[in-house]
């Protein structure tokens, strides 16, 4: 076959992408097992820690999820006691979801999570830097096609 065909599996970034995706958050996922923790319910501390309390309109679009891909992951964070969601007293259509303190805690635990995943993907901070700097352009472009 052409090493030029455009429809070549192996040249397709799509392909890349994917396949990239699972095979990082595969390495999370023993990592982050032991903290009672999936990795879209560890992407929702991740917002939390940085900043909370968070409405969930806010914490849907800082994940970039739709809120029923949202509800199902605060409820099962709620029922673990990592955060409470309560409606704003001033807009009870608005939700407020807060870390516990047991939620806070847990930060002190996953601070070991970054090293580990470096050290097993066997890539520097710069190279992980950039790669991020493109990711983070590709996601960008493709949010301004939709």
């Keep these: ?18 396949i990239a995706a699972r095979s990082v958050v595969a390495i999370y996922r023993p990592l982050l097992e032991p903290m009672g923790l999936t990795h879209p319910q560890y992407l929702v501390m991740l917002a939390l820690w940085q900043r909370s309390p968070l409405s969930g309109k806010e914490l849907a679009g800082l994940l970039a999820l739709d809120p029923g891909t949202l509800t199902p992951l605060l409820k099962r964070l709620e029922a673990t ?37 470096v050290a097993t993907l066997g890539m520097s901070i710069p190279e992980l830097e950039d790669l991020h700097a493109s990711l983070t352009r590709v996601i960008a472009a493709a949010k301004q096609e939709s």
């Design 1 to 18: 076959m052409d090493e030029k065909d455009p429809l070549a599996l192996e040249r397709q970034v799509c392909f890349a992408l994917s």
């Design 81 to 117: 006691g990592y955060l409470r969601r309560e409606r704003h007293r001033d807009d009870e259509r608005s939700l407020a979801v807060t870390l516990t303190e047991e939620g806070r805690a847990l930060r002190e635990r996953a601070l070991l999570i970054p090293p580990q995943v």
